[in-house]
């Protein structure tokens, strides 16, 4: 790759422009992400061309693989959404939250299945701000106070983010950065686990302070342990989409176990507890228990399972209609090269996205077949996922041609090689700082993986380190941006009253934000001098 | 008001999936500039029509 684009403050502050753009909208003017993500396309294009020499050849190109990236990226949203809206009709997700509190009495494990294990299973599922407005309110009704539940719930599902709603930031990542799964998924896990710890503590300590953590440390170890090492067992081997959904499964598992050793005196009998777990369903006051509620999820880890274990299978249903486009080399004014390559990889079978609707559809022909549906429910269903998914998907289309278009046109490789300049060999510490801000910025791990992903790795090649602990580190500070993004924020506060009053969750979050962060920048650090 | 707004969004989205896919990558891979130009066309009216939501 050619090194002609002049690095001067100008082209520095020029190419790092449309992500400063695009923070001050949503946050200072109040923009949505879509109205901010257009405008900043905009932004960059001309940038682009003016600045950056690029014809409308590059230019075509880079928003084509946007496109392409973007359709791999929402199959998966879409999928997640709509399963999600399936279970959530029937009023699925409300019971499997309120049986599972009803049956632990203990305060400190009713935080961690309610604040920590919950969450992290609706963002397995959903995401996209479903884990808190859902998780909050449920802890309220706990007896934990307002801004603390949202605390709860925010620090409780952090760490699940980049290989929840189905692996979605984990698998832009790999596109964004270009980086091979095998070797980044332990690292990923490494990160994610890590967080997944401290973050579970800080939940009790925006609880309960000191005093809570002590007594209450086993209480959190044990399940949280469970969750994060089954997360990265199964992501180590392969089963991304599913690794996040049978953590959460398990760590739940775990808290009813524990809650009856710890309780032995509650009502938590087998019987009793499959009498609770029923509710009035929308149609007919017909009961649905608990587990039918949860087998839409578990047709999506038979899918998965199933998909995986067959030799041959997955590869035969990619095979059978491929959306991937061929590139020539390209490049700019400049001289910034882009290589030819055969771009995109979504598939209409064997792609995560296929897995989580056809669970969907089951589920819709299950809940049918048992009288909790109407089949003509489905269009108010789908009504539901395109109001909760045309804003963010718009945003996301936008971002991610913002982000091509940068890559492409030399505006990234600029701004890595002014960041190396400036910070050298401590800019590990940096790196997920650099993932918060796109989360932040965005609202979204997705996003931020799209923005930074080929940043960081290019930095990370400029300074020799691992490119793979540059991607991981990257992705868990987008999952801890994205949760204090202000668009979150606001959807969080709403759901618990504080409409107004984001203030008081901003300052109960942002120290632990800010602490969890700093921790992992100093790992990050440790690491990459290391590997 | 909010279901045309929906409606036009859908359309937004799916003319910004499209265009770029059926046009301006046929169009630039091609030499086509009649189909590169209406790809460019449809995408940037689509996104310039966030703008105004």
């Known amino acids: ?531 | 008001m909010i279901k045309s707004s929906l409606k036009s969004r859908t359309l937004a989205l799916a003319a910004m999936l499209l265009a770029p896919l059926l046009l301006l990558y046929p169009g630039a891979a091609h030499g086509n500039l009649l189909m590169e130009t209406t790809g460019w066309l449809i995408l940037c009216v689509s996104v310039v029509l966030n703008l105004s939501k």
């Open chain 1, 1 to 531: 790759m050619e090194q002609q684009i002049p690095l001067t403050f100008v082209t520095w502050i020029l190419a790092l422009l449309p992500v400063v753009v695009v923070l001050t909208l949503m946050v200072v003017f109040k923009w949505s992400g879509s109205k901010a993500g257009s405008f900043a396309w905009i932004l960059t294009m001309l940038i682009a061309i003016f600045v950056f020499k690029s014809d409308h050849r590059v230019l075509a190109f880079a928003n084509t693989k946007g496109i392409l990236m973007t359709t791999f990226a929402l199959y998966i949203i879409w999928g997640a959404l709509f399963l999600y809206h399936v279970v959530n009709h029937v009023g699925g997700v409300k019971l499997i939250g309120e049986t599972l509190s009803r049956n632990v009495s203990d305060k400190t494990l009713q935080l961690v299945l309610g604040g920590i294990c919950f969450p992290t299973f609706l963002q397995a599922v959903a995401g996209f701000g479903v884990p808190t407005a859902v998780a909050a309110p449920l802890l309220m009704a706990l007896g934990f106070g307002a801004a603390t539940s949202v605390a709860i719930a925010t620090l409780g599902h952090i760490w699940s983010i980049t290989f929840g709603s189905m692996a979605a930031s984990f698998a832009v990542l790999q596109l964004a950065a270009d980086l091979s799964p095998v070797p980044l998924a332990p690292w990923t896990a490494i990160y994610t686990g890590i967080t997944g710890i401290l973050c579970s503590y800080m939940a009790v300590h925006a609880w309960s302070g000191w005093k809570g953590v002590y007594a209450g440390f086993f209480k959190v170890l044990l399940p949280v342990s469970a969750m994060v090492i089954m997360q990265g067992v199964l992501a180590v081997a392969g089963y991304y989409t599913i690794a996040v959904l049978t953590g959460s499964l398990l760590g739940m598992v775990i808290i009813l176990l524990i809650s009856r050793l710890y309780n032995k005196k509650a009502d938590n009998s087998l019987a009793d507890l499959n009498e609770n777990m029923s509710t009035e369903t929308l149609s007919e006051g017909k009961k649905l228990t608990v587990p039918l509620a949860f087998l839409p999820y578990m047709y999506l880890i038979t899918l998965v399972l199933l998909a995986g274990f067959i030799p041959g299978l997955e590869k035969k249903l990619m095979s059978l209609g491929t959306l991937a486009l061929s590139f020539p080399s390209y490049e700019t004014g400049y001289g910034y090269l882009t290589e030819a390559t055969v771009y995109g990889k979504t598939t209409l079978l064997g792609h995560p996205g296929s897995y989580v609707t056809i669970a969907a559809l089951l589920g819709i022909i299950t809940y049918t077949l048992t009288g909790h549906m109407e089949l003509k429910e489905t269009k108010i269903i789908w009504g539901k996922l395109v109001k909760s998914a045309v804003s963010s998907s718009i945003a996301t289309t936008t971002m991610v041609m913002m982000a091509l278009v940068m890559l492409e046109s030399g505006m990234t490789h600029t701004l890595a090689r002014g960041v190396v300049y400036a910070t050298g060999s401590v800019y590990p510490m940096f790196t997920p700082f650099v993932g918060v801000l796109g989360g932040f910025i965005t609202g979204s791990n997705v996003n931020s993986n799209v923005m930074f992903g080929a940043f960081q790795r290019q930095i990370a090649e400029l300074l020799g380190i691992s490119v793979y602990i540059a991607g991981a580190a990257q992705t868990i500070g987008g999952s801890i941006g994205s949760v204090i993004s202000p668009a979150k924020l606001i959807l969080s506060a709403t759901t618990v009253g504080l409409i107004g009053k984001e203030g008081l969750v901003v300052k109960k979050l942002l120290s632990y934000c800010i602490l969890v962060t700093i921790l992992l920048g100093v790992l990050n650090l440790v690491l990459s001098m290391l590997f």
